[in-house]
């Protein structure tokens, strides 16, 4: 889907292999990450599921984290997608949307994924995922407003995900007058 202009114009695949479109996240901030179940980062699951309670709590359905199982580092996600699913609620209380496996690099990398490394490229214009647990933010209206590494706690993004929600209330509130005036 190259005539792709936001992230809301992609379909990735839901656990069920199904289409997900993410137009139905129009308007809300999301923070998406290539995850995996045995990888050192793991336990940023707990970090994410905290992340999204907390800004869930001060802007209900302003927010979500999107999970993509990733098995491209070191096979560290082998399991099918419904083991997966188990495993993050059942270890880490996950209530945040884990879609399907899906690739981030290579000649089978989702477009969704290749959309978002061009937009934008890591360290030193590198446009490929390093390793699991890399985050992207998309703001209300579909673009890549930051990226992160793994090494990156998810807890420490809070502050700059509810400033792009702040952001995004205040160009609504702007447009709500513009339609009254």
């Given at each position: 889907m190259s005539s792709a202009t936001t992230f809301f114009d992609f379909e990735p695949v839901d656990k069920k292999g199904d289409p997900f479109p993410l137009s139905s996240l129009k308007g809300k901030v999301i923070l998406a990450v290539n995850t995996a179940s045995k990888c050192g980062f793991t336990p940023q699951f707990k970090g994410l599921e905290s992340l999204y309670q907390s800004i869930q709590s001060k802007h209900p359905d302003s927010f979500t984290v999107l999970g993509f199982p990733c098995n491209q580092f070191g096979g560290q996600d082998p399991g099918s997608n419904d083991e997966i699913q188990s495993f993050c609620q059942v270890n880490y209380g996950v209530t945040f949307p884990v879609l399907g496996k899906t690739e981030v690099n290579g000649d089978n990398a989702s477009p969704l994924w290749e959309?978002?490394?061009?937009?934008?490229?890591?360290?030193?214009?590198?446009?490929?995922?390093?390793?699991?647990?890399?985050?992207?933010?998309?703001?209300?209206?579909?673009?890549?407003?930051?990226?992160?590494?793994?090494?990156t706690k998810p807890e420490s993004l809070e502050e700059t995900i509810l400033k792009e929600i702040e952001k995004a209330k205040a160009g609504n509130k702007g447009g709500e007058q513009a339609k009254l005036s």
């Open positions: 959309w978002m490394k061009t937009e934008m490229p890591g360290i030193m214009g590198l446009k490929r995922v390093k390793w699991n647990f890399e985050k992207f933010l998309i703001s209300a209206d579909g673009k890549v407003v930051g990226r992160w590494a793994s090494t």
